[in-house]
């Protein structure tokens, strides 16, 4: 079984050394793809490091969901079986991803989610106003959309073959940044792909600077209504399909 991860940086120099090393150390058959949209190519230095690390340099700050989009297209063409995604920051925890690659291939799932949201979940470091907003996000992304999950924003995920070709094929058209988590939550729900969701410990960056900014955050929001026509075309074509 092939398994590769995505991890999309920004201004990550201080934190993805430690991070290769930690992954490699929990699972030494786990290929790599730095997807790097920082303002210079020092990352790449560090990934020569280390044969089992990819690494893509796109020059300029494009956003995390395209960033994710363009690793799994990489990563397609090298037939991996299972692919994790996961940030830079160690606000996830590279610990979590052995358990949740059991729990993953015993429900044979298409989308794992870990969720900040669960009973067990945790999150840690995050000020009142950050907790809240993400919150009323999450609320505010279910009443629209009716995904039954409870975190639509978590980039810590886990995705079968074929769940990854369906993304390439249908998501990213409509925003770049972290709207895409929803996007293609969505679009694999919508289209029968089995999903679920974990618990996890949201550990808030304690090294580097944070790459989500408020003109993400209103542009997630916005593309809500975006991904709700999307919903809503893919609603209409199973019925139209189931009449017919």
Not at 48 to 76: P, T
Not at 172 to 184: A, Y
Not at 191 to 205: C, G, L, V, Y
Not at 217 to 234: A, D, E, R, T, V
């Amino acid at each position: 079984m092939n398994i590769s991860l995505i991890i999309p940086t920004y201004n990550e120099k201080e934190n993805i050394e430690k991070l290769i090393k930690k992954i490699t150390e929990l699972k030494k058959d786990i290929k790599i793809y730095i997807i790097d949209d920082s303002i210079n190519n020092e990352i790449s230095l560090i990934a020569s490091k280390f044969e089992n690390v990819d690494y893509v340099y796109r020059g300029k700050k494009l956003g995390r969901g395209s960033a994710v989009i363009d690793g799994m297209k990489k990563i397609i063409s090298h037939n991996s079986n299972i692919i994790i995604e996961m940030d830079a920051d160690f606000s996830h925890h590279p610990e979590e991803i052995e358990k949740n690659l059991e729990k993953f291939i015993e429900e044979k799932l298409d989308l794992l989610i870990s969720s900040r949201y669960m009973e067990k979940s945790k999150i840690i470091n995050w000020s009142f106003k950050r907790k809240v907003f993400s919150r009323l996000s999450n609320i505010l992304a279910k009443f629209f959309l009716k995904v039954p999950v409870s975190d639509y924003t978590n980039g810590y995920r886990i995705y079968s073959q074929r769940a990854i070709k369906h993304v390439i094929a249908n998501c990213g058209k409509i925003g770049d940044g972290f709207i895409v988590l929803s996007e293609i939550l969505v679009q694999l729900y919508y289209n029968d792909f089995k999903i679920n969701e974990t618990s996890t410990i949201f550990k808030n960056r304690v090294r580097g600077e944070s790459s989500v900014t408020l003109s993400e955050i209103l542009k997630s929001l916005l593309g809500l209504f975006k991904i709700w026509k999307i919903k809503k075309k893919i609603d209409k074509n199973f019925i139209t399909n189931t009449l017919l």
